[in-house]
């Protein structure tokens, strides 16, 4: 089972996924013009709105619901294996990915906050809304949130409780099964609470994470600081190919580089999307700022540091796929992955480095499973509309904590698998779709580029701006106009 999985997460995640997202980004940031680095004060600025209602949350709340769906095991493993792979080059072309990512996750976010609707008394968006409201394309919109619900629900849930699992018991010799207990009873409490409860606890868990892990960072940058001119060097020599060691590997580098970073930060690939839909915003461009974000705190700021830290202790190996023997061997027998980042934090905190590493990864990955859920009962509520809270949303909230349960207790190499499978089949759907949404999008971002210009806070009017079917803004913009 475990080798069938993985051979159909192979050929989905080929170079052909890779090189779409990266042209998909590229191509979005020219549409905008350079949405992402334009308006960079303001998504800063943005952060700090605090509207919210009994129905939407803030902006804040939202971008901690998308971080903390961004920032899990892929932070530290998968930068890890992108370096162990592709060379440190790969660092490189992991920051560009997540460069010109902003503006894919802007493009999907706005989309999200312009195709919302109001369902119960909660805000619901994601990529099936925006797909049947913009595309027209109710067929395509159901399959979309079954991959979705199905992806979110059941296989990719395993990846981050399996890795929890591991490295508490790598660190603290406690089973696997324990663990899953533990996940399991704190994770029933946040989603029998419903969004509201998600969205406090990410408020609260995502920044301190974000932020504590990041001090790690600095202190081991301090201790190895001698180091920082060559590690910066190596960066850049191997991404171009000018490197002695790593100059044969550019191709690897560029692709596992874009590779993790799409992983990581799911720019384009419609996770965001569902927290961003719950927002309370005056225009949708605000959230798709604040969303745009977001991928730079996940890339360049969290994935960046675990680079950093690997790099400068030189704590890993790098062997590219086909060598037969290592480029770089500083760690004989260490397979990539978290252990790179655990070698890395103990140059400086002895065997206190492993105990770092794990709690990280228990805020990382269940932060990931609060957002998972979320995102697979709003698909499951586009499903069947007018059975919000009726016996399925019980039956997805008892499946859902099986699979966490049983991701702590089975093989990595399945959960992984069965993750890449979902993952990836969403990153196709929904680059193509929000590529084909381009017109509505932009037009949206037109409005708010000439409301800011008149100097006044921008409320958005689709009649006005010329989008269509989007009914919620509709009746927001006749309320505002009464005001």
């Known amino acids: 089972m475990e080798s069938i999985v993985n051979n159909i997460a192979g050929y989905i995640w080929s170079d052909a996924l890779v090189y779409l997202a990266l042209l998909v980004g590229l191509y979005f940031t020219v549409v905008t013009r350079g949405v992402q680095f334009r308006y960079f004060s303001e998504m800063i600025r943005l952060l700090k709105e605090k509207n919210t209602s009994h129905t939407g949350i803030s902006s804040f709340q939202a971008f901690c619901m998308s971080l903390s769906g961004r920032i899990g095991v892929g932070n530290i493993a998968g930068v890890a294996t992108a370096i162990a792979t592709g060379g440190p080059g790969a660092v490189f072309w992991m920051n560009v990915m997540a460069l010109l990512g902003g503006a894919s996750a802007f493009i999907e976010s706005t989309l999200a906050q312009v195709y919302k609707e109001k369902t119960g008394s909660e805000y619901r968006g994601g990529s099936p809304f925006y797909i049947e409201k913009g595309l027209k394309l109710k067929a395509f919109a159901i399959f979309v949130a079954f991959v979705v619900c199905l992806s979110y629900g ?35 409490f946040l989603i029998f609470g419903g969004i509201k409860r998600i969205a406090r606890a990410a408020d609260l868990m995502v920044p301190f994470m974000a932020f504590g892990y990041v001090i790690f960072m600095l202190i081991v940058l301090v201790t190895h600081v001698g180091n920082l001119p060559d590690v910066i060097a190596v960066i850049f020599k191997s991404a171009f190919g000018i490197d002695a060691v790593f100059g044969g590997i550019v191709g690897t580098a560029i692709s596992w580089g874009v590779r993790r970073a799409v992983f990581s930060n799911v720019a384009g690939a419609g996770e965001a999307t569902f927290s961003s839909a719950a927002a309370e915003v005056s225009h949708p461009v605000k959230q798709g700022l604040v969303q745009g974000f977001s991928v730079y705190i996940d890339t360049v700021v969290v994935c960046t540091a675990t680079a950093i830290m690997i790099l400068l202790t030189g704590m890993y190996n790098v062997i590219p796929p086909g060598a037969t023997t290592p480029l770089v061997e500083n ?16 140059t400086v905190f002895g ?28 698909t499951l509520v586009y499903l069947n509309k007018k059975m919000e809270s009726n016996v399925l949303s019980l039956i997805l909230k008892v499946v859902f904590l099986v699979v966490v349960y049983m991701g702590s207790v089975k093989s990595a190499g399945l959960m992984w698998g069965l993750g890449d499978i979902g993952f990836g089949s969403m990153c196709y759907l929904n680059l193509i779709a929000i590529v084909l949404l381009t017109k509505p999008a ?42």
């Open 442 to 483: 932009l037009a949206t971002l037109k409005d708010y580029d000439y409301q800011k210009s008149q100097g006044i806070d921008p409320v958005f009017d689709p009649r006005k701006a010329g989008v269509d079917n989007a009914d919620f803004w509709i009746e927001y913009a006749d309320k505002a106009a009464k005001k």
């Open 331 to 346: 760690m004989p027998g260490v397979a990539a992955g978290t252990a790179f980042t655990q070698a890395a934090l103990a």
């Open 154 to 188: 059941v296989l990719v849930p395993g990846v981050q409780a399996n890795t929890i699992a591991a490295s508490f018991e790598n660190a603290f010799n406690l089973p696997t099964w324990v663990t899953g207990a533990i996940i399991v009873v704190l994770l029933a």
């Open 351 to 378: 065997n206190l480095g492993p105990i770092f590493v794990s709690i990280a990864i228990f805020f990382f990955a269940f932060t990931c499973l609060m957002a998972y859920y979320y995102i697979a009962e709003t």
